[in-house]
């Protein structure tokens, strides 16, 4: 569009210098001619955008950044897109461009630049490492993000009911004090947990703080095994064998990517593994209180679905999504030789390891 408008000025600048020439007869008509030119450039920039400011064929490009691929993540996208076919942004009028920085935060923050040139539409920002990377270029792409654990506390908006920054999107507050509870109905004799987080995720950390302060007032004792990055998880992991009962996982990107060698660490120690998703526990933790992550990625979609409407992003709140659904998987059960209670084996989703 700033090409398109660019045009018309220069030809609008060369029918007045043409104009300004003597009156022949050639003059004239190289002058008629080039403010017919003039008056088709602008009738295209006109229809190139309605009032509001969107595509008049209707056609938009969002973009869809994740820091890493894990099944959580790819869930989230899922029901993103899946929910934007739905409402009506099928393929023939929106382009998705999914870009995955596999982990490295340099690549992270040259993705998150591309997408804030100023030729997309929206960009969807999946969890608080890509969000961040994305608002923090203050850009004026709207942003629509999904799982992001503490938006206030992660900088990327101020105000969750008002949010600013052009972001807004879901909030997947890990239940802290239901997973614990859940850990002592599963598991009443844990009473020293082993957190096993990476330092450079804000959502992890602030999980953790969170966990201190229920063990804290619940009498339970904690370990900490920290990393920064993935190749660290494993023996991250094995320092907690003999000084704990049990490991807590907050929404970490990093064991999450590793998660398979910490439940081989965990259940050869006969070690259960609490954490905050449905897809941790696809891969090998024992179990959580968890939501939807397909659903999560859906209503955020709903969210984009207005912004591309034309609705203000300080007009739609960011939201909350609770989690509601324990979930256990059915390998680690076995391998810890735990028995259920009745309610709990009523009532929780039993998923089987990931292949």
Do not use: W
Not at 98 to 120: H, P, R
Not at 251 to 263: E, G, P, R
Request: hydrophobic share 40%; aromatic share 4%.
């Amino acid at each position: 569009m700033k090409k398109l408008l660019s045009a018309v000025c220069i030809l609008a600048m060369t029918a007045m210098t043409l104009a300004g020439c003597g009156s022949s007869p050639t003059q004239e008509t190289k002058a008629a001619t080039t403010e017919a030119a003039v008056s088709e450039a602008a009738s295209e920039a006109s229809e190139a955008l309605d009032s509001e400011g969107a595509k008049a064929d209707g056609s938009y490009t969002v973009g869809i950044i994740q820091l890493i691929e894990n099944g959580a993540f790819n869930d989230m996208r899922e029901g993103f897109i899946e929910e934007l076919q739905a409402k009506g942004y099928t393929e023939d009028k929106l382009t998705v461009d999914y870009k995955c920085a596999q982990g490295d935060a340099t690549n992270l923050q040259t993705i998150a630049q591309s997408m804030a040139d100023g030729s997309y539409d929206l960009v969807c920002t999946i969890a608080t490492p890509a969000t961040q990377a994305m608002v923090n270029l203050e850009t004026d792409t709207p942003v629509v993000f999904i799982a992001v654990s503490a938006p206030v506390a992660a900088g990327v908006i101020t105000d969750m009911d008002h949010p600013d920054k052009n972001a807004t999107g879901t909030s997947n507050a890990i239940p802290v004090s239901d997973i614990f509870a859940l850990s002592n109905q599963l598991t009443p004799d844990c009473k020293t947990f082993g957190f096993l987080y990476c330092t450079s995720e804000v959502n992890s950390v602030n999980t953790i703080e969170a966990a201190k302060e229920y063990c804290d007032a619940n009498g339970l004792s904690y370990k900490e095994a920290t990393v920064t990055n993935s190749s660290e998880v494993q023996q991250a992991a094995q320092s907690l064998v003999g000084s704990v009962d049990a490991i807590f996982v907050p929404n970490d990107s990093v064991i999450q990517a590793s998660m398979t060698l910490v439940s081989e660490v965990a259940r050869d120690a006969k070690i259960p593994v609490y954490c905050s998703s449905a897809t941790t526990v696809e891969s090998g933790a024992f179990a959580t209180v968890a939501i939807s992550d397909k659903g999560i990625g859906a209503m955020s979609a709903d969210m984009a679905v207005q912004i591309l409407d034309g609705t203000a992003v300080a007009d739609i709140p960011a939201v909350v999504v609770p989690a509601s659904a324990t979930v256990i998987n059915n390998q680690t059960l076995e391998a810890l030789g735990i028995t259920l209670p009745e309610d709990v084996q009523s009532t929780a989703t039993f998923v089987d390891d990931a292949k």
